[in-house]
């Protein structure tokens, strides 16, 4: 059962939610609004990243987390496996990131 308020479906599109749905991930509304307005647009590789990144995380007892993925910043709450947000590298400058207990850098 899926978080209420998140959404399998991506802006992306079927090649996006595919990759989501094989690394068990969700997307909130939240964060599928800020991926259309912020033009992110992530590879099948960068999404089985992100997966595995957040598998990783969950094993260390993460709860809220900030992934770095090259020039993107996700926060993502990992017991439920849902990207809350995303950020491309112009916002992370100019937002302080709070309530999270953990972060995870991917090189590119």
Do not use: C, W, Y
């Amino acid at each position: 059962m899926k978080p209420q308020g998140s959404e399998a479906i991506a802006p992306q599109g079927d090649a996006f939610e595919s990759a989501l749905q094989r690394a068990d991930l969700k997307l909130s509304k939240h964060a599928v609004r800020r991926l259309d307005s912020r033009q992110i647009h992530l590879s099948e590789a960068d999404q089985t990243r992100l997966g595995q990144a957040v598998s990783s995380l969950e094993k260390k007892g993460a709860r809220d987390s900030l992934v770095l993925m090259g020039q993107h910043a996700f926060i993502v709450n990992v017991p439920s496996k849902t990207v809350v947000t995303a950020l491309s590298k112009a916002q992370m400058n100019e937002h302080v990131f709070t309530n999270i207990d953990s972060t995870i850098l991917l090189d590119q």
